[in-house]
């Protein structure tokens, strides 16, 4: 009897110990799943949609990151007689980092863009002034705050609302770079106040957008009393672009329905220093000038055509002179220019492109800028859209001295692949 009840005493004892040892493990399990829920709750979280992206879990702030790099090999041949080789261009033409993303609430929003190429630091010998005195690794620092819903409004250094060539971004090009027409008379960057503002009416949409700005360009040293004013309107009647199919060249979605954008704009530089207004060399003295703009462009079924007009003018004279060196001039760039671009995108994200662009200046500065004629053909195979491509153009250049009635011609090739994310 004595050893019945013991047996059954060590039973119940053993019993309990597994009993405990199970609510033990089972406690432990629990509290490692309540743990592991902690960290995943506090965990950010990421996508990779758009490059390298991630936000917090209460999206008090977010962050994506994207690299693009272009690499290029280009030759120009002594003369359209003369083919054989007079220069190699060959280098990484464009290496950038951007950062865009949230802070505190979607309202606050940021864009931030480095370059870090030679090429792409807008550093030349031609280019040596007061306000560039030093390699530009920043390229944009925007800050936006968004109050509605079709309202943006932004404060930083950016690209101005100007030429449709030059709103779109140099990764998205269907030729290996922009106009000659963008590069004689395009806006570019400058630091100050920004806004956009969206109006929609059934499916036609009408933006605009308005910038009040230094005018000394970007990463610029010192400011004078006057400020640049900048005002464009897009007109979108046949609705939007598919993926914002009006900021990047060719047709490579293939609309499926007509598209069409009309686009006009206005920008008066007051007091201006460079030749350019946000670019070039220093005047000897401040001038105001004023740049027309208008372009148009249509999509449909692969098939792209856009054409832009830009023209400069001044005030009063274009030409500075030196008060040290006597018959020492600089002179504003005036003048006017045309580029149209015509395309065909294939199923097969083949495409073949047309360019023609001519750049006049204005008989005042004949002596210090020429008229160019430019001709070009191009083919691209998009294998991730624009984010990774290969292009290969050919172009017939055509310089014209108007002061002294004389000409260049040559041609030139470009090979180029475009990577990024």
């Given amino acids: ?70 690499e290029r090999a280009l030759m120009t041949t002594a003369s359209d007689n003369d083919l054989s080789p007079e220069t190699f261009e060959m280098r990484t033409r464009r290496c950038r980092l951007s950062f865009t993303g949230h802070m505190y609430n979607t309202k606050w929003s940021y864009y931030l863009q480095l370059s870090f190429s030679r090429g792409d630091m807008d550093w030349t010998v031609t280019d040596a002034s007061t306000q560039n005195v030093s390699p530009n690794v920043l390229r944009d620092a925007m800050v936006f705050y968004k109050p509605l819903k079709h309202l943006t409004l932004g404060f930083g250094q950016g690209k101005l609302p100007g030429n449709r ?23 570019d960057r400058d630091f100050g106040f920004f806004g956009t503002y969206t109006a929609k009416v059934g499916k036609t949409i009408t933006l605009f957008k308005a910038a009040l700005t230094s005018g000394e360009g970007r990463n610029s040293n010192i400011s004078n009393a006057g400020l640049a004013y900048t005002g464009r309107v897009e007109f979108l ?53 004023q740049v027309y703009l208008a372009d148009v462009l249509f999509k449909y079924k692969g098939f792209a055509i856009s054409s832009e007009y830009m023209m400069r003018q001044a005030n009063t004279s274009a030409i500075t002179t030196s008060s040290v060196t006597a018959g020492r001039t600089v002179s504003l760039l005036t003048g006017n220019g045309v580029n149209t671009q015509l395309s065909y995108c294939f199923k097969s994200k083949y495409e073949v492109a047309l360019r023609y662009s001519v750049v006049s200046p204005d008989k005042e ?10 001709y070009g053909i191009g083919v691209t195979k998009y294998i991730m859209r624009h984010k990774l491509k290969t292009q290969f153009n050919i172009f017939y250049n055509q310089d014209n001295d108007l002061k002294n009635i004389k000409e260049t011609r040559n041609l030139f090739a470009v090979f180029q692949i475009e990577m990024g994310i």
């Fill in 1 to 70: 009897m004595k050893f019945t009840f013991t047996l059954l005493l060590l039973a119940c004892g053993f019993s309990a110990g597994l009993k405990a040892q199970s609510d033990s493990a089972a406690m432990a399990v629990q509290m490692k799943k309540k743990q592991l829920e902690k960290r995943l709750e506090n965990a950010p979280y990421f996508s990779y949609k758009n490059g390298l992206g991630f936000s917090t879990p209460d999206s008090s702030y977010s962050m994506n990151i994207r690299f693009r790099i272009q």
């Fill in 165 to 187: 060539q030059r709103v779109v971004s140099s990764g998205s090009l269907q030729f290996y770079d922009r106009s000659p027409v963008n590069a004689n008379f395009t806006l």
């Fill in 237 to 289: 009647p046949l609705g939007e672009f598919t993926d914002n199919g009006d900021y990047f060249e060719g047709d490579v979605v293939r609309e499926q329905k007509p598209k069409l954008s009309l686009a006009g704009g206005y920008h008066l530089n007051d007091m201006a220093v460079r030749t350019q207004g946000q670019l070039g060399r220093d005047l000897f003295s401040p001038r105001t000038y």
């Fill in 365 to 374: 500065v004949y002596s210090s800028f020429k008229q160019n004629k430019q």
